[in-house]
T-cell receptor, first 113, second 113 residues
Framework: QQQVKQSPQSLIVQKGGISIINCAYENTAFDYFPWYQQFPGKGPALLIAIRPDVSEKKEGRFTISFNKSAKQFSLHIMDSQPGDSATYFCAASMGGGADGLTFGKGTHLIIQP | EAGVAQSPRYKIIEKRQSVAFWCNPISGHATLYWYQQILGQGPKLLIQFQNNGVVDDSQLPKDRFSAERLKGVDSTLKIQPAKLEDSAVYLC???????????FGPGTRLTVL
């Protein structure tokens, strides 16, 4: 059972444009929602994360929007740059001791110069 | 600050053989995770340790996979015997207990022939 659904699977955006990736979750016990960026041959690296007590979090060009009632959250990359070309994963975890991440299937993002 | 170290980076084995992976987490991180990332998918949690105790191993195929974390620092993940479907990247991650952010190592790419 896939608990975190991510879309689109791939995305092509022009340099300077806005990249938007969406995720939906099922388990209402999730209380931590990070986005990870992964380059080929590397491990995932945390980009930005949010907890359900806020609806939006912004760090530089990256923004998470969170809709608790719809059980959805999204990543917006403003002014997308070729260096942003990577695979992006949304994830979710529960509070307490067992906080292993449940990942979406990933979005392969290409920023065209 | 040194990151999560993993070895080997690559391993090729025949099916039914055994293989072991090693992980050294970031110094001071009490929580250690092993994930399996099949090509084109998001990482899947296999096991989570808190110090040297197991917190969650619900998705670990225990008939062939085993893991240990002696002295609450380094960890090894073993597969015995390997199957074709075990071909994947095995990622180790660590975190400060209860903080949320997980730091990933570069992974070990396993190919089972």
């Amino acid at each position: 059972q896939q608990q975190v659904k991510q879309s689109p699977q791939s995305l092509i955006v022009q340099k300077g444009g806005i990249s938007i990736i969406n995720c939906a979750y099922e388990n209402t016990a999730f209380d931590y929602f990070p986005w990870y960026q992964q380059f080929p041959g590397k491990g995932p690296a945390l980009l930005i994360a949010i907890r359900p007590d806020v609806s939006e979090k912004k760090e530089g060009r990256f923004t998470i929007s969170f809709n608790k009632s719809a059980k959805q959250f999204s990543l917006h990359i403003m002014d997308s740059q070729p260096g942003d070309s990577a695979t992006y994963f949304c994830a979710a975890s529960m509070g307490g001791g067992a906080d292993g991440l449940t990942f979406g299937k990933g979005t392969h993002l290409i920023i065209q110069p | 600050e040194a990151g999560v170290a993993q070895s080997p980076r690559y391993k090729i084995i025949e099916k039914r053989q055994s293989v072991a992976f090693w992980c050294n987490p970031i110094s001071g991180h009490a929580t250690l995770y092993w994930y399996q990332q099949i090509l084109g998918q998001g990482p899947k949690l296999l096991i989570q340790f808190q110090n040297n105790g197991v917190v969650d191993d619900s998705q670990l195929p225990k008939d062939r996979f085993s893991a240990e974390r002696l002295k609450g620092v380094d960890s090894t993940l073993k597969i015995q015997p390997a199957k074709l479907e075990d071909s994947a990247v095995y990622l180790c991650a660590s975190s400060l207990a209860g903080v949320g952010e997980q730091f990933f190592g570069p992974g070990t790419r396993l190919t089972v022939l």
